[in-house]
């Protein structure tokens, strides 16, 4: 249940469900449980404890760990201390770590475990960083996190957080150059609380289970998660992704309400038991971060009985973008291909190279003006210029078009267009040809160097166990299926795909060793 008369701000989310439901569980997280209670005195100290190490408001403070409950009271307490938290992607290396501790300025660390050799390699590099904190006991020299917060009150700081304060700042992925700190603010998550109190899609009931299986430095985990404990329902933290242990919490923990990516989604209709698992009391199923290819949604849609929602969104925008409803999910309307319609609270428009508005029809970039947009990129006025424009229109490098309906249509990145004589290549459109063949469990698509067309289309393809199929075969398939420019003129075989946490194909990755020495054209 969401209280929009009291929670204005992240911080009256613990204050106003602890009243209204102490006893009910707010986190699981493995085996430990804290309810809505226990979760606001926590957020409490944590605040203090914080305060007393010196972090003031606006200051940085930063957590690599894989999901947990610990997480989200770090997150809360920061807000009470009015600090932004910067979770930090912990499958980076290294001296990627100690580049965003850098860039972010980060005072203090919460670390799990399984970080602490990052941590003291990049240690003496974070000049800023003067307090480590491990997540579990049993470090020589590091508090852990729950008797380090133990040692302070449980009573509220009582500072109010302003409209306009940095809550968090998540780091893009890097694709391409160095991650930027994308700055969001209590303003920013003004417009995720409208979509729940006006039911948009996120209208989650008090008390049932929503699972947190994103990871929580990227805004789908974060955003799941916030929105759950919003309304007072029972949030279980999936550490990372198995899809074998995923089935089963599907099924334990009784889970009504999930997001996740389509990569996820393809992997668990592969995993064994998927046949006969119990998911009945899955209601509804969110999904986006990147195109989902329609032979895999047809799919889903068979073996849930759940309602599937489209999201499309940017972390630059607070995930608030378009939106396919349930209703639209019928074959028969012919839409299963689109990202929906753009939300209440935020404004979409197509526009073409030359700075024109796109008509009906025409691919251009897909741009976006909400109050959910980003306060900015962290120490990057330049790059901010370059995302947001004077009318505060931003511009999210996505390649899509609107239907004559208004129906939006992502292809893919405008960087990983292909260019084949002259003729415009989205991979996202080759790649669902490949899905609807038997034997693709997985695809890609790239373009490589073509003496001729200046690059060639290439699919790089994970077959299902068991199964074999030929290059011409799956290059005839589509054929029947898109027109031939669009077609692969190579497919190479792989064991598995390489992806971020997010779920998104690393193109880059895939390119790499036929761009080598030279200079690609697109993007």
Avoid at 200 to 220: E, R
Wanted: net charge negative.
């Amino acid at each position: 249940m969401y209280e929009p008369d009291k929670i204005r701000t992240v911080a009256d989310i613990a204050r106003v469900q602890a009243e209204l439901r102490p006893d009910a569980v707010a986190l699981v997280c493995d085996d430990l449980e804290i309810t809505y209670a226990a979760f606001e005195r926590l957020t409490n100290q944590c605040a203090h404890a914080l305060i007393n190490a010196g972090v003031r408001p606006g200051d940085r403070i930063a957590c690599l760990t894989k999901n947990s409950a610990e997480f989200f009271v770090l997150w809360f307490g920061a807000v009470k201390a009015r600090a932004c938290l910067a979770p930090v992607n912990w499958r980076l290396a290294p001296p990627e770590v100690a580049f965003i501790l850098q860039d972010a300025g980060a005072k203090l660390l919460v670390a799990s475990r399984d970080f602490e050799a990052v941590v003291d390699m990049i240690v003496s590099d974070c000049p800023d960083l003067h307090r480590l904190i491990q997540v579990e006991p049993g470090h020589p020299r590091w508090p852990a996190f729950f008797d380090w917060i133990g040692a302070y009150p449980e009573t509220d700081p009582g500072l109010q957080l302003q409209p306009d304060d940095d809550v968090i700042q998540l780091y893009t992925s890097g694709t391409t150059g160095l991650p930027k700190g994308v700055r969001l603010t209590s303003a920013n998550f003004e417009q995720v609380f409208a979509a729940a109190a006006k039911g948009l899609w996120a209208d989650f009931d008090a008390g049932k289970t929503v699972l947190v299986a994103m990871p929580t430095f990227h805004v789908s985990g974060t955003n799941v998660g916030l929105l759950g404990l919003l309304q007072g329902s029972r949030n279980v933290v999936l550490r990372e992704i198995n899809p074998v242990h995923l089935l089963e919490v599907l099924e334990q923990e009784q889970v009504a309400y999930a997001f996740l990516v389509p990569a996820v989604i393809n992997m668990l209709l592969q995993t064994p038991g998927i046949e006969t698992a119990d998911v009945s009391k899955l209601e509804r199923l969110f999904y986006g971060a990147s195109p989902i290819a329609e032979e895999v949604l047809l799919k889903a849609s068979e073996r849930f009985s759940a309602t599937f929602t489209q999201l499309y969104g940017l972390t630059e925008t607070i995930g608030v973008g378009a939106m396919l409803p349930p209703e639209d999910h019928d074959p028969r309307r012919g839409k299963l291909r689109a990202c929906g319609k753009q939300w209440e609270a935020a404004e979409l428009r197509v526009v073409r190279p030359d700075g024109e508005i796109a008509e009906p029809g025409e691919v251009g970039e897909i741009q976006i003006r909400s109050k959910g947009v980003m306060k900015g990129y962290w120490n990057r006025p330049e790059a901010t210029a370059q995302a947001i424009d004077a009318e505060g229109w931003f511009r999210s490098g996505d390649a899509g078009y609107f239907d004559d309906d208004g129906y939006l249509y992502i292809y893919d990145r405008v960087k990983d267009m292909i260019i084949s004589g002259g003729e415009n290549v989205y991979p996202a459109e080759v790649e669902n040809a490949l899905f609807s063949h038997f034997a693709v469990a997985d695809a890609a698509v790239i373009g490589v160097p073509d003496s001729r067309w200046g690059e060639a289309v290439k699919a790089v393809v994970v077959l299902r166990p068991g199964m074999s199929v030929s290059a011409a075969d799956l290059i005839a398939h589509c054929k029947k299926r898109i027109a031939g420019y669009k077609c692969p003129k190579s497919v190479d075989f792989i064991a598995v795909l390489p992806r971020n946490p997010s779920g998104k194909v690393l193109r880059r990755e895939l390119r790499a060793p036929y761009w080598e020495g030279k200079q690609r054209q697109v993007g």
